[in-house]
């Protein structure tokens, strides 16, 4: 089983990792959906997203964007990370699980 975080507003993808609303969190096995969750976000401190998420056991984080340090810490963690992503939470890991949806690598320089 995978779990794939998206940082969202309600349902679509935001595009500040940091300052979104909430984190759908989407449980996946043989490539189905079988759980989906949202959490709000608990708060923007430097860090300190990154290893929230790595507590509630996800594996991929997906954002419109996202800053350098966050993507550094998430790698840390074996995490991967897929920016750029833009659109409604669910179609996203959708096109996640058919290998259609590539990070475009699109980090935020504005922090």
Do not use: W
Not at 35 to 60: A, Q, R, Y
Not at 86 to 91: I, L, Q
Request: charge should be negative; hydrophobic fraction near 40%; include cysteine.
């Amino acid at each position: 089983m995978i779990k794939i975080a998206i940082a969202s507003e309600k349902e679509e993808v935001t595009e500040h990792f940091g300052h979104c609303m909430n984190f759908n969190i989407f449980e996946v096995e043989d490539n189905q959906i079988i759980k989906t969750e949202s959490i709000p976000n608990p708060g923007h401190k430097p860090g300190f997203l990154p290893n929230f998420l790595n507590d509630l056991g996800v594996n991929v984080i997906i954002s419109g964007g996202m800053g350098g340090g966050a993507v550094d810490i998430f790698n840390e963690k074996d995490i991967e990370v897929v920016v750029g992503a833009r659109g409604n939470a669910r179609a996203v890991v959708k096109a996640y699980l058919q290998g259609a949806l590539k990070s475009t690598g699109s980090i935020c320089h504005e922090h």
